[in-house]
């Protein structure tokens, strides 16, 4: 039964390590698949960060979760993609503010979030058939249904993209929700406190100037 | 001259170095300071990259600019704030996603977006009242007008907080923005193309469950 999807079983968990487990706020950490999940299909623009020269570099980036592997791609002569032909430690974070938490005590202000935090060694795709199966992924990541109605990648287009691919095994969620927490001296101060919900919204789509008026929105952007 | 506000003089820049000028897109490459201070006080979230145990971490964390100077902070017991003691490696990047570019091959999909990459050496600040105006500010950079507005840190909540400084000046923005670049020889393809703005808003603030009713909503929040 540990097999369920339903089950708590150790499948269903990322194993917390070392350097998942928070110092600080240690309640707020998550290592369940489906939370991580959750989380990481709800974007497509990370932060992903590595070692360049002795020194940390964090840029943000597209990325596309297929089953336990993130893909994230770039052009073959940048820096990152090559560093990740023999393997690249990195580490992958994903980000959502949900939220500015307003206490009464200046002390207890905080944000509403919830990030995942992977690491690992980011290898890149060799295997054609991955990496055109990963490319869809990352249009469909931002635009479901989207990788069907554009023209693929042609030869020289491959050629020029590299795909670099990290497995989802040592990977954290952290989520922080609810009102501030105020202490119990500072509830009689004149301060208001609550919280400002903050989500991200998409305005309507602008057709390119050149678009052929006759072809109206797809139904995959209607919706949004 | 060139120290007037609107001259392009050296003092306008950060200049660029080896690692702030990208492989690839140069022309969406910027070092013009007031460009790289309007991005960065358009958010009050980072991804703070650094290096513990050989291996790169990325972190969601709170920002404020002052001047020159960017803060992050966090509990003196967490380990970046511990490890900024000596001078902690770091690189401080703040994304904003402004809209989905589909254009009409996969290979031409893009996000418009816009970032600041800092890098540098991160210091813990020692003196008290740099401290007091550092934590002033990083509560106002999130709602401007809510440090006036709170209790501030009592001398057990200063101990407990850690400030890191990091200047700026290894600085450089990247800014992508407009229709797709579709190849000529793809204009007459059946698919739909253009931009979908995206952007982020607040929701009506929610009162605290034990906010006293007579505290109304304050002026700085109702304008959000």
């Known amino acids: 039964m540990s097999h369920s999807p339903h089950s708590s079983g150790p499948l269903d968990d990322y194993g917390p390590t070392e350097r998942t487990v928070p110092t600080r706020s240690k309640e707020r950490a998550s290592y369940d698949r489906a939370t991580v999940h959750a989380l990481l299909d709800d ?56 939220g500015l938490v307003l206490a009464r005590s200046a002390f207890h202000h905080s944000i509403n979030y919830r990030s995942v935090v992977i690491h690992g060694t980011a290898y890149q795709v060799a295997d054609p058939e991955e990496k055109r199966l990963a490319l869809d992924a990352l249009v469909d990541a931002v635009v479901p249904g989207r990788a069907a109605d554009s023209r693929p990648a042609n030869a020289r287009e491959l050629a020029a993209t590299a795909v670099v691919r990290l497995d989802l095994a040592e990977a954290s969620a ?23 919900p903050r989500t991200r919204v998409y305005g309507t789509p602008i057709p390119s100037s050149d678009l052929d008026p006759s072809i109206g929105l797809p139904e995959y952007l209607a919706g949004r």
């Not at 592997?69 to 002569?77: A, E, L, M, N, P």
């Open 174 to 196: 952290k989520i922080r929700t609810g009102p501030p927490n105020d202490e119990a001296e500072d509830m009689d101060l004149p301060h208001w406190s609550g919280v400002v």
């Open 43 to 98: 974007e497509y623009v990370c932060h992903l960060g590595f070692i360049r020269d002795g020194a940390p570099v964090v840029l943000p980036t597209l990325y596309a979760r297929v089953g336990e592997r993130i893909y994230v791609h770039g052009s073959t002569g940048s820096r990152p993609m090559r560093a990740a032909d023999p393997g690249l430690a990195v580490c992958l974070t994903v980000t959502h503010v949900d």
